[in-house]
């Protein structure tokens, strides 16, 4: 079945770097990739969507120069968390969709990310 | 805009039934889904109706659909101790790839 390898799983930063978050489809293309945010006990939010080759489309709200997305070929996306603050402490879930299955189940997550910032 | 809607909590007793309730607002949604989230963990697609059924059934899990109150419904037949987990509830419009969410069922399984 179509698997989405998110990494790092758990990663830990000092206020004011950067971190990188990866999402591969490893069998499938994924023209689309979609990040999520999840606050603890709540749902997912969309942050953004990601089509290959072009610029994300980014759900309001949400700042584009701090969460910068890039989706350079068909099997990765990354989202990079910029200048990184305590408040952007949460868990991060990318998603792909796959091409050619519309949306009959053609959406598969990563195990998601959880980023705590110190 | 969508809006998708779920009730927090449902405590089951092992080996009853759990039903999940949810509403939605998109009149355009084609498909809608449920899907399973287990603690630090992403999520599972469980299973999935096309708008236009009424009824899916997937051994434990059967799915209703009532389109015209907006109203999905998951019932998870004979619920286990592995069933305990967050449910949520998702929908797809006709004119959006993107998948709204629904705030979550968190389920607990009691001896």
């Known amino acids: 079945g179509a698997v989405v390898s998110q990494h790092p799983s758990r990663v830990i930063c000092k206020s004011g770097t950067s971190v990188k978050i990866e999402c591969r489809s490893l069998d499938f293309q994924a023209t689309t990739m979609f990040w999520y945010r999840q606050f603890p006990k709540q749902s997912l939010m969309l942050m953004a969507t990601?089509?290959?080759?072009?610029?994300?489309?980014?759900e309001q709200g949400v700042e584009k120069d701090k969460f910068l997305i890039n989706h350079a070929s068909l099997t990765l996306s990354t989202l990079t968390v910029t200048s990184a603050h305590p408040e952007d402490s949460s868990f991060y879930i990318c998603?792909?969709?796959?091409?050619?299955?519309?949306?009959?189940?053609?959406?598969?997550f990563g195990s998601g990310t959880r980023l705590t910032v110190v | 805009g969508e809006d998708v809607e779920q009730s927090l909590f449902l405590s089951v007793r092992e080996g009853d039934s759990s039903v999940i309730n949810c509403t939605y607002t998109?009149?355009?949604?084609?498909?809608l889904y449920w899907y399973k989230q287990e603690p630090g963990a992403g999520l599972q697609l469980l299973t999935y109706?096309?708008?236009?059924?009424d009824m899916k059934q997937d051994q434990r899990l059967t799915v209703l659909l009532n389109k015209k109150d907006k109203h999905l419904s998951l019932r998870i037949a004979d619920t286990q101790t592995g069933d305990s987990a967050i449910y949520f509830c998702?929908?797809?419009?006709?004119?959006?790839?993107?998948?709204?969410f629904g705030s979550g069922t968190r389920l607990s399984i009691r001896p």
């Open positions: 109706i096309f708008s236009n059924m």
């Open positions: 998603s792909a969709h796959h091409v050619g299955q519309g949306a009959l189940g053609g959406y598969t």
């Open positions: 998109d009149s355009s949604s084609t498909y």
């Open positions: 998702a929908e797809r419009g006709s004119s959006a790839s993107k998948i709204i």
């Open positions: 990601s089509n290959e080759g072009s610029k994300a489309t980014y």
